[in-house]
């Protein structure tokens, strides 16, 4: 029996060890951009695009079938007096000639990487909504915290003047004015949470709804200036931005694919082994056999082919035009993102704190009127909301900027 115990111990220990799956409702946004990248179905089919490819490049690399021929008759002399039974067979193995099938390898192989390519572009767009959702989460989070506090103040304060009222201290309007504002208040909480809700669900939707029901996110919304100048990001982006590279192998794809038709005015050849029993005899050799273009040139598709090729180089410069344009203008964005929040860190943010204690002070005490108190209060909470809505804008311009370069900001 004691061992049994100990057995079940020691197999309790080692599970999450072992991996096994245990309860999880907390991720962050890591825990969430990898399950996104494993789970979301987008990414599976364009996974399996890429895997197309790939086979269909290895397809091309096997030779074609080879040919097989069998025949039977009966033989029979002119002068009638002699007959045979013949049969023959023959074997032939078609060879492409070796220019044409280099350039025509090298056209799959090109359009294989331009698919990897838009897959790595897929993953980008992917982790730029999971950033989106999952920042929006921690917005209406924040902003919940905030209206929470709007509402306690707003209870406290109209408790206090109820009691007021009911010994003729203050005025009864001025209690109900506060209800209205408690209402209000509690109203707002509500259309933050029922948001929070709706974007939680977006969320798990994008996960292909792999996270529990009541998951929760940690995280926060920082805020760290960017100090790369633009010329050496615009420089590095272009090296390296996934849509550039596909472009890059289709220009390269349309080019192979160009110079297979050219090749293929040069014979492709095949090879022939044969037997065959006759009337007098067996004749048994090899052939070779040559498909000459004198008639086809395929001067209407190397056209064709050449226009194709024009047309992606020209969607390449236009390309590179377009991501150098977009990097400077989300950068530009960012940027003036970093001046908004400077401007609540440089001591907007410590004002109105001491602003509103007070005006909350002053208003206990009778210094002050309720709607001076109400002007204060509102003015406090929406510089506080306007702050996290500088700090979510701040890291959506931040995930848009790191789509467009290709790889996250440190």
Known sequence: MKKLCLFFVCCVLLLPALGFPQDKTEFTLEDIIRIGLEKNPSIAASHSQVLAKQEALLAAK???NPEFEFQAGKGESYNGLETRNTSGFSISQPIENPFKRHHRLLMYENDWKASENLSAFSKL???FEIKNLFF???FFKNIEELAQKNLDSSTEIQ???????QFGEVKELEAIKLRVETLKAQNELNKIRTELALVKESLNSLLN???PPNFSVRGLLDFLPFSEDEESLVTKTLLSFPLIKQKEFEVKAALNNMSRLKWKKLPDFKLTGFSHKELDGTNKGFGLSLNIPLWNLNARD???AEHTLNQREAEL???LLDISAEVKAKLSKLHLSEQTLDLFHTGLLKQAEESLKI?????KEGEISLIDYLDSQRTFFSIMFDYQDSLFTWNMDKAALEKTIGEDIK
């Open 159 to 165: 408790s206090l003047i109820e009691k007021r009222a």
């Open 136 to 138: 929006r989460i921690l």
């Open 125 to 127: 767009e992917l982790v």
């Open 209 to 211: 709804n792999s996270l």
């Open 62 to 64: 096997r030779l074609s």
């Open 359 to 363: 005006s909350e002070v002053s208003y």
């Open 302 to 304: 190397i056209a064709e």
């Open 317 to 319: 410069r236009a390309l």
